[in-house]
């Protein structure tokens, strides 16, 4: 593998799923979250992601 190669290598997912979430005007979305994650923070973190919002704000 060249070094261009592993540069472009994505990470590794262990420890995460694609979990399907509710935004606030019902739309759906599916985004991927540490496993585990409660479908409250599910619903906020994808809202979050659509509304272009840093995380913790």
């Known amino acids: 593998m060249t070094d ?6 994505r990470p590794e997912l262990l ?6 979430a509710t935004l606030p005007d019902g ?3 599916v985004i991927v979250v540490k ?3 409660p ?3 599910v ?7 659509r509304r272009g919002t840093p995380e913790g704000k």
């Open 35 to 37: 496993a585990g994650t």
């Open 27 to 29: 739309s759906q979305a």
């Open 43 to 49: 619903d906020e973190k994808a809202a979050r992601l």
């Open 4 to 9: 261009d190669e592993q540069e472009r290598k």
């Open 15 to 20: 420890g995460t799923e694609m979990r399907e």
């Open 39 to 41: 479908q409250n923070e």
